[in-house]
């Protein structure tokens, strides 16, 4: 006892958990072997196969005529004989109906068929029909359609011709007014041009006889001008004819130019002076050139200083006012 006591003490403890632990070790095994026994038991089911078939025949055949039922014939009914009694014959046993054939699964099957066929072509041949009834409505629509737009076009050129016809007729209305107006303006335009011309050759006779008046009184003292003179002035604001002749000699006598080779040259120069004679502006109008030339009757010019007096003893007023235009030759 003691020493059972002491191996107890020692003694790993119990595990904790064991009883269930080993319900559920029981558990699983049970499951596994229901599992099992149902796994074994389906395989050996018997499996029940099912199958149909159509029987069809390897050509078309007609189907056999319908039976007409034969009425059973009526029963002979015999006179007895007047000499002997005798027994009565017993009466035909009617003939048992024959009964009508059962048509084959085929021919069935192939009535069916045509009977599908026959539906499905008057099918197509209806919406064939109604197919065709309504193309022709729709193309009924479209002719009506095209008719009420030709009308209409033919409506609208007719409005058209007649609006360009109207407007035709207006624009020759307003050409004509206007070739009017312009016909008018032209007759007024002549009549003042031709008013206008006689005004003028009415000037031109007034000019004429005071010009005529003129030269009667150019007679008066101090006239200067010659017997052919048709001034009015009592003398000539131009240069005499030997003006321009006098200065271009002078300006001559006045240039030095040593070139030989140079040909002729000839310039036109402007000079312009002071009533004292004084030469105040002078440049070249046409060059010659020869720009040596140019530049040596420019230097003579200024070495003149003052250009000579005129017949009259004055400078012209054309040198004054205007220039004199020089023509200087070498």
């Known amino acids: 006892m003691h020493a059972a006591t002491d191996r107890l003490e020692f003694a790993p403890p119990p595990t904790p958990g064991a009883v269930r632990s080993l319900v559920l070790a029981v558990l699983a095994h049970i499951f596994l072997v229901a599992a099992l026994t149902w796994g074994v038991h389906w395989k050996n089911e018997a ?22 039922e034969v009425p059973p014939e009526p029963p002979a009914i015999t006179k007895p004989p007047v000499v002997a009694k005798s027994l009565p014959t017993p009466p035909t046993p009617p003939k048992p109906p024959q009964v009508q054939p059962k048509l084959a699964d085929a021919d069935i099957a192939l009535e069916r068929e045509k009977l599908r066929l026959k539906k499905e072509k008057q099918q197509e041949l209806e919406n064939q029909r109604l197919e065709k009834l309504k193309q022709e409505k729709v193309d009924k629509l479209k002719q009506e359609k095209l008719k009420l737009k030709l009308e209409k076009l033919k409506q609208e050129k007719l409005l058209l011709d007649k609006k360009q016809l109207q407007e035709k007729r207006e ?112 440049h070249i109008v046409t060059p010659s050139g020869n720009k040596a030339w140019d530049d040596a009757v420019l230097r003579a010019i200024d070495k003149m200083d ?25």
Not at 55 to 64: D, G, I, N, R, Y
Not at 213 to 228: E, H, P, Q
Not at 317 to 330: D, I, R, T
């Open 306 to 330: 003052t250009l000579p007096r005129d017949v009259d003893g004055k400078i012209p007023e054309k040198v004054l006012n205007e220039g004199l235009e020089l023509k200087v030759s070498l």
């Open 171 to 282: 624009q020759d209305k307003r050409e004509q007014d206007k070739k009017a107006a312009e016909d008018k303006k032209k007759a007024a335009q002549d009549s003042k041009r031709k008013e206008a011309l006689q005004d003028q050759q009415d000037a031109k006779k007034v000019e004429a006889q005071r010009t005529a008046n003129l030269k009667r009184m150019a007679g008066l003292a101090g006239a200067t001008g010659s017997s052919g003179s048709t001034g009015t002035a009592l003398r000539s604001s131009g240069p005499s004819a030997s003006y321009a002749g006098k200065i271009v000699e002078r300006i001559k006598s006045n240039t030095t130019f040593t070139d030989s080779s140079a040909g002729k040259p000839s310039v036109i120069v402007l000079v312009r002076a002071a009533s004292g004679g004084a030469i105040l502006s002078r």
């Open 47 to 68: 499996v029940i196969v099912t199958a149909e078939a159509e029987l069809w025949s390897a050509v078309p055949q007609q189907a056999a005529p319908k039976l007409v």
